[in-house]
Structure formats: C-alpha cells, structure tokens
C-alpha cells in the first residue's frame, strides 16, 4: 500500500485489508500447527470487522482489558470473552459483568485475595458464572503474584464462589531489543510454576494463558493452553524495531501531508513537519526506539518530536526535501494507542479505499 486514496483527507487511519488478513491466517495457521488456542487481545484494534475475521480464522474467543470492550464484543455476538485484567470489582461493575454472564463465556483475571473476596461479596449468589484466572509475574513486574502465592488467592477466590479455571500472564518485557526469546522462557517457567502449584492445592486448572506479539511466534515447547497477542495484526513500529515484523507486515498506517519544510541553515536541522501529531500517533515512545513512528517510503527518515498536530520529521541527506503537500504514510510506535484516538478507519484493498469501519470500542476505558 504505497500509494495514498486520492479521497483520503490526511491526517488518516489507513488500514491494508489484504496485509491484515495475511497477517491474522498466519498466527492463526501458527497456533493450529502448535496445538495452541488463539485467544487475541482485540484492546488493539478494538473493531468489531477485525475481531469477525480473528474467530473466522480459528480464535477461541477473545480477549479484553475492560469491562466495556467486553460488552462491545459481546452485543456484535462473540461467546467466549476473557477481561486480562485484575479487577477491582464494586457493586456497578457486578450488575455489569452479571449483565455479560448471560451473554457470553466470562473470565476476568484476579491478582489477590482482597479483590477475589471484594468480586465475590459483590457478586454474591452469581458469584459461579464467573470463571477467574490468576495473573502471575513473569518477569515484567506489573501486575501479577509471584508462582508460589497463586494459591493463597485461589483459594479466596473459591471462598468467595468464584470459578477458579487457572493462570495467565503478560511477558511485557518482551517489549525491549534481545528481550523477546528470554521473556518467552521467563513466561513459561512462571506459567508452569503456578499451574504445577494450583494443582497440587488441588484445583482443576483448564486454561493456562500467556503471549504477547513479540513471544507468540517464538518456537519451543510451552505449558500454555492459550496465547493473547494483540499487535500482531497491524504490525507496528516497535514490533519492526523488535525485528519481530518485517515492513511488508505493516497493516497500518497513517496518512499524513507534508505542511511546512526546512532546508538546513541558520543552525536548523534539515526536516519536514507533518499534520499528524500525537493526536492521531500516540506519543508512545519507549527510551530505546528511534523516534516516535517510522516511514515505510523512507525509512531513514526519523519522527523526532511531536506536538497534538505536527509530526516533526528530521530528513535524511540522501533523499531530496519533499514538497510541501507531499502525503506520505508513517508507522505509529504504538498501534493500539492510535486505534483509540480516531473513531473510523479506511480500509484498503489494491491502493483504492474499500470500506470504512468504525472503531466500536474506542473509549470504552471502565
């Protein structure tokens, strides 16, 4: 997708279609090959077209950070949902989650015994009908207990009523250059560590979750039942960095008009300023990435500060300046923080606009 829809008004979310649904039959096809369950975290696209694709393709079901993408995803029709977060749960979000029970498959995750009492006591004689995973640290020390005080907080979680169906983790600090093969082996060790220990407490443990983008295509033997990447379908600027994407996996881009354009004097750097800023990139920008997004057509080319409307774009002294109005594409940092900053995105097949979907679960942050 080198060419820009003449139709499309910049700043704009473009999406490859053709890209994407190579990118979703790949780690589906992944998955299957590995006797793995594919349980995709749809946080990052937060669309209801894409998450119809995933499940065609083989997903389980999917995977949420809230309570809102849950009942998104659960009205267009998706019957197994699991919210990979340690919720703090107190009477209103009880009326929602027994509004979900009805709907679909529920699992929500827990992370200590205070929260599986307080989510029991709201939920009181539907306690049951939620199924509750334990989140473990693995090694990016977020959320999650250490492998040996899963017990401890499965057992007040079968207190409480609720359904205690195993363990689950995110190897976040996968997200750093060499990171990604030693998170993978930290995941499965903390992974089988907790398993091994719920079962010897005497809990059936049916679901062990893990996975992130970086980890999900790593080959070796894993304890996991299920894997949760997100990323994956879009690709994006940090996975390219991480060597975890190639450039023709990009999926998505932004499109972006060049507005102002400075050759190098008066002690100025040679560059050009785009009108797409942070609002439409994010300003994700992790302390050892390039810049704040890359561009495909140049890819020397360095994104070195944005504001909410301008892209700052130091330019290499091999490429020529681009005219003013030029529209170029740029890979944002962060994908998923970009899907929630624009309500549609255009969809493209064979460099002509196909379609327009709507981002259904954009802002549904509780």
Same mark, same amino acid.
């Given at each position: 997708?080198?060419?820009?829809?003449?139709?499309?008004?910049?700043?704009?979310?473009?999406?490859?279609?053709?890209?994407?649904?190579?990118?979703?039959?790949?780690?589906?096809?992944?998955?299957?090959?590995?006797?793995?369950?594919?349980r995709p975290h749809v946080k990052t696209?937060?669309?209801?077209?894409?998450?119809?694709?995933q499940l065609a393709a083989g997903a389980l079901g999917i995977t949420v950070a809230t309570i809102g993408e849950a009942e998104v995803f659960a009205a267009d029709g998706v019957k197994d949902i699991f919210i990979a977060f340690p919720l703090w749960v107190e009477a209103p979000h009880a009326e929602r989650l027994r509004a979900l029970t009805a709907k679909c498959r529920?699992?929500?995750?827990?992370?200590?015994?205070?929260?599986?009492?307080?989510?029991?006591?709201?939920?009181?004689?539907?306690?049951?009908?939620?199924?509750?995973?334990?989140?473990?640290?693995?090694?990016?020390? !977020?959320?999650?207990?250490?492998?040996?005080?899963?017990?401890?907080?499965?057992?007040?979680?079968?207190?409480?009523?609720?359904?205690?169906?195993?363990?689950?983790?995110?190897?976040?600090?996968s997200y750093k250059p060499g990171m990604p093969t030693g998170a993978a082996s930290n995941e499965n060790e903390a992974l089988g560590l907790a398993a091994t220990a719920l079962t010897s407490a005497g809990f059936e443990v049916t679901t062990i979750s893990g996975g992130s983008t970086p980890t999900a295509l790593i080959d070796g033997e894993t304890v996991a039942t299920?894997?949760?990447?997100?990323?994956?379908?879009?690709?994006?600027?940090?996975?390219?960095?991480?060597? !975890?994407?190639?450039?023709?996996?990009?999926?998505?881009?932004?499109?972006?008009?060049?507005?102002?354009?400075?050759?190098?004097?008066?002690?100025n750097v040679r560059r050009v300023v785009l009108d797409a800023g942070s609002k439409i990139l994010g300003s994700d920008r992790p302390d050892w990435a390039t810049g704040y997004g890359r561009l495909p057509e140049y890819p020397e080319a360095k994104v070195t500060a944005l504001s909410e409307h301008h892209a700052t774009v130091v330019w290499p002294d091999s490429s020529e300046l681009p005219p003013l109005g030029t529209r170029l594409r740029v890979i944002p940092n962060h994908v998923c923080l970009t899907m929630n900053l624009v309500d549609q995105v255009i969809v493209v097949h064979g460099g002509a606009v196909a379609e327009r979907w709507t981002v259904a679960?954009?802002?549904r942050n509780n």
């Amino acid at each position: 997708m080198n060419v820009i829809p003449a139709e499309v008004i910049t700043p704009a979310v473009l999406i490859d279609v053709d890209v994407l649904d190579r990118n979703i039959e790949r780690m589906a096809g992944n998955m299957r090959g590995r006797g793995l369950q594919l349980r995709p975290h749809v946080k990052t696209h937060k669309t209801l077209e894409i998450a119809r694709k995933q499940l065609a393709a083989g997903a389980l079901g999917i995977t949420v950070a809230t309570i809102g993408e849950a009942e998104v995803f659960a009205a267009d029709g998706v019957k197994d949902i699991f919210i990979a977060f340690p919720l703090w749960v107190e009477a209103p979000h009880a009326e929602r989650l027994r509004a979900l029970t009805a709907k679909c498959r529920l699992a929500v995750g827990v992370d200590s015994a205070e929260s599986a009492t307080a989510m029991g006591r709201q939920l009181g004689v539907d306690a049951g009908s939620v199924e509750v995973l334990i989140e473990v640290d693995s090694g990016h020390h !977020r959320s999650g207990v250490l492998p040996d005080e899963v017990v401890d907080v499965a057992e007040a979680a079968a207190a409480a009523g609720l359904s205690v169906q195993g363990v689950f983790t995110f190897p976040g600090h996968s997200y750093k250059p060499g990171m990604p093969t030693g998170a993978a082996s930290n995941e499965n060790e903390a992974l089988g560590l907790a398993a091994t220990a719920l079962t010897s407490a005497g809990f059936e443990v049916t679901t062990i979750s893990g996975g992130s983008t970086p980890t999900a295509l790593i080959d070796g033997e894993t304890v996991a039942t299920e894997l949760r990447p997100g990323v994956y379908v879009f690709g994006d600027a940090q996975q390219l960095e991480l060597e !975890r994407c190639s450039w023709d996996d990009i999926a998505l881009s932004v499109a972006a008009t060049v507005v102002s354009r400075h050759e190098a004097r008066g002690g100025n750097v040679r560059r050009v300023v785009l009108d797409a800023g942070s609002k439409i990139l994010g300003s994700d920008r992790p302390d050892w990435a390039t810049g704040y997004g890359r561009l495909p057509e140049y890819p020397e080319a360095k994104v070195t500060a944005l504001s909410e409307h301008h892209a700052t774009v130091v330019w290499p002294d091999s490429s020529e300046l681009p005219p003013l109005g030029t529209r170029l594409r740029v890979i944002p940092n962060h994908v998923c923080l970009t899907m929630n900053l624009v309500d549609q995105v255009i969809v493209v097949h064979g460099g002509a606009v196909a379609e327009r979907w709507t981002v259904a679960a954009r802002g549904r942050n509780n």
